[in-house]
């Protein structure tokens, strides 16, 4: 069974720092795309930061220069490392993949992880 598995949110002061990671596991071939999103009460899910094809990132405008998402191959794993973190960062973020499978490329999602920005 292919699953994304998140992990390493809370809660946390302005300013502050969290790391988020996601575990891609199952029968799956390899990892086309991954990334992150995040979804705030009342809001839509949004992009926060991703890998497209090959080694290209794409950051939302309200992240850049505070998040920085990077990944480790051999382990199916991407992270995102967010610094400075404000109030307006609170959402539950989601890791979105498209992998490799012998049904073709699927697109996965995780069941998400709350982060709090709040003091």
């Known amino acids: 069974q292919v699953q994304l598995v998140e992990s390493g949110g809370g809660l946390v002061q302005p300013g502050g720092s969290l790391r988020l990671s996601c575990v891609a596991s199952g029968s799956i071939f390899s990892i086309a795309t991954m990334g992150w999103y995040r979804q705030a009460p009342g809001k839509q899910r949004d992009l926060v930061a991703t890998?497209?094809?090959?080694?290209?990132?794409n950051y939302a405008d309200s992240v850049k220069g505070r998040f920085t998402i990077s990944r480790d191959n051999a382990k199916n794993t991407v992270y995102l490392q967010m610094n400075g973190l404000k109030p307006a960062d609170t959402a539950v973020y989601y890791c979105?993949?498209?992998?490799?499978?012998?049904?073709?490329?699927?697109?996965?999602w995780g069941q998400g992880t709350q982060v709090t920005v709040s003091s």
């Open positions: 979105n993949a498209a992998l490799r499978t012998s049904y073709g490329t699927l697109n996965y």
């Open positions: 890998f497209t094809n090959g080694n290209s990132t």
